[in-house]
């Protein structure tokens, strides 16, 4: 059994620690205190159903602390799981909780390997290695969706591993041991090959949502049946029948950030793809806006911030965007959103009772439909053609 530690107990620190604590004996660091005391009572800080049955019903060797020394001490491999938000006036991310991680933990262990998991810019960890004059910290990228973090863990499309050490080798063997794809092979590669990966494996995605998106926009000018044409265009397997349902446009915490960072890395490369992707995201929104005044409302509601189903918050969704926008048309907004304790949400009125919602919403705009919202249908906006996510 490997003694390892993780540092950040969000959705991909946690999903990788519980899964890890099944075979290892795992220690968890986070600031939080109410992750720590979850966690430790048995119960899942994050929405992920698998999660939550792993931690009730298996023996874990897990503990969540919230002093660095606890975690770091005696430790083989340390994870870095901390966010890493952009920052507009930089272009860049703010990688502060990752440095910070690796100098406490340097100060502490010397001996172990540090595993950046945060999405970071191509050259970070490269540079980091410099700045501590330390060979030790590799970089291996998540793939893994809200909601869905354990089973995404449990079932990787690939595992990368950003270096060729023998403790690296090691680490992708752990990773392997807690994956059921058990054909998956381990990727290796340097760490900047790696951050590349993630970046712009993120990158297409968003070029696919904006792509889908820009398609819907065009049939309801045309007047064109948008599902007939993603059916006829996503038979061919070249194009495949996925992520395809047009919405609002991409948002979550991932793919805004990820595109806007790897435009960033671009510098003076050539490129026209990324930023068009960026900018196309920005007129999906734009043209959503302006189709929901088309129809003249008074006052709307927005059914759920949330980007998706059985997602349990709305960093950065694009619904939020869109409510910035309309309110620059002077319409009153009222929002209905479980997850906001709050009754002001941004300045707008956030509504209790469902019931009392639908009735005041002369238009209710939703990324993703609902059964709560099968009474009034005729009031709905949304581009969710497959109704899934």
Known sequence: MHRIA?????????SLAILLSQKNIVVGYDTDQDKIDMLNAKRSPINDPKLKEIIKSKDL???AVKEREEAYKDAEF???ATPTDYNEKTSHFDTNSVEEAINSGIDI?????????????????????????????????????????????????RIIVGNESN???????????????????????????AEAVKLFSNTYLAMRVAFFNELDSFSIVKKMNTRKLIDGICK?????????NPSFGYGGYCLPKDTKQLLANYKDIPQSLIEATIQSNELRKNFMVNEILHQRPKTIGVYRLIMKKNSDNFRSSSIIDLIQKLSNHNKKIIIYEPL???????????????????????????????????DVENKVFSRDIFNKE
């Open 78 to 80: 340390v994870i870095i």
């Open 236 to 244: 061919d397997n070249r194009i495949g029948e996925y992520y395809n």
């Open 6 to 14: 993780v540092i950040g107990l969000g959705y991909v620190g946690a």
């Open 167 to 193: 403790l690296s080798v090691k680490f992708g063997e752990i990773l392997k041991s807690i994956s059921k794809n058990k054909s998956n092979s381990v990727l290796f590669m340097t760490s900047k090959e």
């Open 340 to 374: 906001i304790a709050d009754e002001i949400f941004n300045g707008f009125e956030v509504s209790k009772d469902l019931s009392s919602f639908k009735e005041k919403a002369d238009i209710i705009i939703t990324n993703r439909v609902s059964d709560e919202l099968i």
């Open 109 to 157: 262990n010397k001996k172990c390997l540090f595993i950046i998991k945060s999405t970071v810019p191509i050259g970070f960890t490269e540079s980091q290695n410099l700045k501590f004059k330390f060979n030790r910290i590799i970089f291996s990228p998540e793939f893994i969706r809200e909601g869905n973090s354990l089973n995404d863990n449990l079932y990787p499309s």
């Open 61 to 63: 060797n897990f503990l």
